[in-house]
C-alpha cells in the first residue's frame, strides 16, 4: 500500500471525522486540513497516522504545504450550511470556491492528480419536482451555497482537461448520522430533531413538514469515498450519492418518536428563503460503478445508532 497520506480538507468534521476512521482502518495514514469552524479536534483520534493541521483552505501558502507529500485528496472542507451562506455569502465563498482553487492549484503544482470532491444535490434547485433527479437535470443553483459547489465543479472540471487532475465529483444528498453537530441551528435536520427529542426540547419545522430529502447514512457515504480513492478509471462528470428514497419531515418525525418513545411539542413556521422543495437522487449512474454497503442502513436503523452514542 502507498504509505504517504490522503489530506482530508474539513477532516475535523461530520463527514470528514466518520472518513478518518475508515481511511485509518483501512491502513492509510490521514492528514487533516481544518480551521475548526465548525468541525472539532475532539472527532479525531489520537492515532500515530493521523497528523493534524490547523488552518483555512482560503489560505493557499498553508494549502501548498498540506498537500505536500500526499497520495490523493479527499475535499470535504466548506460551510456546509444552505443558510449560513444565505447569510453570508462572501465569507462562505471564500472556503466553498476559493478553498477548491486552492485545491486545485496545489494539487497541479504538487503533481497530485486523484481528488474526490463533495458537490451538493443542491446545485439542482427545484428542478427536482418530487421526481428523482438524475445528473443531467439542468442545474439551478438557488444559493451561495449551490453557486460555489457548482463554480467549483467546473474548475475541478477544468484542471481535469488542462492539467490531468482526476476529480471524482459526487453530489450528496442529505447525510446523516454521529458526530453531525446538532448544536447549530443550521446544522442537518435530523440531528437537530434527534438532539432535540432526546432533551424533550420543542422542535421548529420550517414549512409544512411536507419537503422530502434524500437521506444517506454516513457509515454507507464513507465506503463510497473510500472507492473513489481506488477507482482505476474517474467517471468524467459528477455521480449523484443518495439512495433514490424521499422521506418527508413529517414522516422523519415519526420515524425519530418510534425510536425515542415520544416526541416534544413541534411548531411549524415558515419556510426558510431559498429551500429546496422535494430532492432524490436517481443513483443509477452510482450503482453502475460504486457498490452501496448491502443492506444500505435504513432510515431507523440509522436513527437508533445515532442514539446509541
Ligand atoms: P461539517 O461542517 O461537519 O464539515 C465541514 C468541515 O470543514 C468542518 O470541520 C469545518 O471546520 C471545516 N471547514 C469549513 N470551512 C473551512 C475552511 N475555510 N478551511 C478549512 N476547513 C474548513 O459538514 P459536513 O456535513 O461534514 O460537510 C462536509 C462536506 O460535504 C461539505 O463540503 C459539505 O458542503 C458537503 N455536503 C454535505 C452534505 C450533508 O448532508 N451533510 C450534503 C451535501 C454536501
Ligand atoms: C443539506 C446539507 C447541505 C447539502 C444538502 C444536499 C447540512 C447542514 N446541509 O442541506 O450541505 O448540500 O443537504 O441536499 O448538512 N429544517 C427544519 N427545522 C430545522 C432544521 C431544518 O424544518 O430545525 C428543514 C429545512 O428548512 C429543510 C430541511 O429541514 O427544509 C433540511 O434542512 P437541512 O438539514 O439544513 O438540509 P438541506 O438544506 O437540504
Same mark, same amino acid.
Given at each position: 500500500?502507498?504509505?504517504?497520506?490522503?489530506?482530508?480538507?474539513?477532516?475535523?468534521?461530520?463527514?470528514?471525522?466518520?472518513?478518518?476512521?475508515?481511511?485509518?482502518?483501512?491502513?492509510?495514514?490521514?492528514?487533516?486540513?481544518?480551521?475548526?469552524?465548525?468541525?472539532?479536534?475532539?472527532?479525531?483520534?489520537?492515532?500515530?497516522?493521523? !497528523?493534524?493541521?490547523?488552518?483555512?483552505?482560503?489560505?493557499?501558502?498553508?494549502?501548498?504545504?498540506?498537500?505536500?507529500?500526499?497520495?490523493?485528496?479527499?475535499?470535504?472542507?466548506?460551510?456546509?450550511?444552505?443558510?449560513?451562506?444565505?447569510?453570508?455569502?462572501?465569507?462562505?465563498?471564500?472556503?466553498?470556491?476559493?478553498?477548491?482553487?486552492?485545491?486545485?492549484?496545489?494539487?497541479? !503544482?504538487?503533481?497530485?492528480?486523484?481528488?474526490?470532491?463533495?458537490?451538493?444535490?443542491?446545485?439542482?434547485?427545484?428542478?427536482?419536482?418530487?421526481?428523482?433527479?438524475?445528473?443531467?437535470?439542468?442545474?439551478?443553483?438557488?444559493?451561495?451555497?449551490?453557486?460555489?459547489?457548482?463554480?467549483?465543479?467546473?474548475?475541478?472540471?477544468?484542471?481535469?482537461?488542462?492539467?490531468?487532475?482526476?476529480?471524482?465529483?459526487?453530489?450528496?444528498?442529505?447525510?446523516?448520522?454521529?458526530?453531525?453537530?446538532?448544536?447549530?441551528?443550521?446544522?442537518?435536520?435530523?440531528?437537530?430533531?434527534?438532539?432535540?427529542?432526546?432533551?424533550?426540547?420543542?422542535?421548529?419545522?420550517?414549512?409544512?413538514?411536507?419537503?422530502?430529502?434524500?437521506?444517506?447514512?454516513?457509515?454507507?457515504?464513507?465506503?463510497?469515498?473510500?472507492?473513489?480513492?481506488?477507482? !482505476? !478509471?474517474?467517471?468524467?462528470?459528477?455521480?449523484?450519492?443518495?439512495?433514490?428514497?424521499?422521506?418527508?419531515?413529517?414522516?422523519?418525525?415519526?420515524?425519530?418518536?418510534?425510536?425515542?418513545?415520544?416526541?416534544?411539542?413541534?411548531?411549524?413556521?415558515?419556510?426558510?428563503?431559498?429551500?429546496?422543495?422535494?430532492?432524490?437522487?436517481?443513483?443509477?449512474?452510482?450503482?453502475?460503478?460504486?457498490?452501496?454497503?448491502?443492506?444500505?442502513?435504513?432510515?431507523?436503523?440509522?436513527?437508533?445508532?445515532?442514539?446509541?452514542?
Amino acid at each position: 500500500m502507498d504509505k504517504s497520506p490522503v489530506l482530508v480538507t474539513g477532516g475535523a468534521g461530520f463527514i470528514g471525522s466518520n472518513l478518518v476512521d475508515l481511511l485509518l482502518a483501512h491502513g492509510h495514514s490521514v492528514r487533516i486540513l481544518d480551521n475548526l469552524s465548525t468541525g472539532k479536534q475532539a472527532n479525531l483520534p489520537s492515532h500515530p497516522r493521523v !497528523e493534524f493541521i490547523k488552518g483555512d483552505v482560503a489560505d493557499v501558502q498553508l494549502v501548498r504545504r498540506a498537500v505536500q507529500g500526499c497520495q490523493a485528496v479527499v475535499h470535504l472542507a466548506a460551510v456546509a450550511s444552505v443558510q449560513a451562506s444565505v447569510e453570508d455569502p462572501v465569507g462562505t465563498h471564500q472556503s466553498n470556491l476559493v478553498g477548491t482553487l486552492n485545491i486545485c492549484e496545489a494539487m497541479r !503544482e504538487a503533481g497530485i492528480r486523484r481528488v474526490v470532491f463533495a458537490s451538493s444535490a443542491a446545485v439542482y434547485g427545484n428542478n427536482g419536482d418530487g421526481e428523482a433527479i438524475d445528473e443531467e437535470t439542468p442545474k439551478a443553483p438557488l444559493t451561495p451555497y449551490a453557486a460555489d459547489k457548482l463554480a467549483s465543479e467546473h474548475y475541478l472540471d477544468f484542471y481535469r482537461r488542462q492539467h490531468g487532475l482526476e476529480p471524482v465529483v459526487f453530489r450528496f444528498f442529505n447525510i446523516y448520522g454521529p458526530r453531525q453537530d446538532p448544536s447549530s441551528p443550521y446544522s442537518g435536520v435530523i440531528s437537530i430533531f434527534t438532539e432535540r427529542a432526546l432533551k424533550r426540547q420543542p422542535i421548529t419545522v420550517f414549512g409544512d413538514g411536507e419537503q422530502t430529502r434524500d437521506f444517506l447514512y454516513v457509515g454507507d457515504l464513507v465506503e463510497l469515498l473510500g472507492q473513489a480513492l481506488k477507482q !482505476e !478509471e474517474i467517471d468524467v462528470g459528477a455521480i449523484n450519492v443518495g439512495l433514490n428514497r424521499a422521506t418527508s419531515l413529517n414522516q422523519l418525525l415519526a420515524a425519530i418518536g418510534d425510536v425515542v418513545g415520544e416526541l416534544p411539542p413541534v411548531s411549524y413556521q415558515a419556510a426558510r428563503s431559498g429551500d429546496i422543495r422535494h430532492s432524490r437522487a436517481d443513483n443509477a449512474r452510482l450503482l453502475q460503478r460504486y457498490r452501496l454497503p448491502n443492506p444500505v442502513t435504513g432510515m431507523r436503523e440509522g436513527l437508533a445508532r445515532l442514539l446509541e452514542r
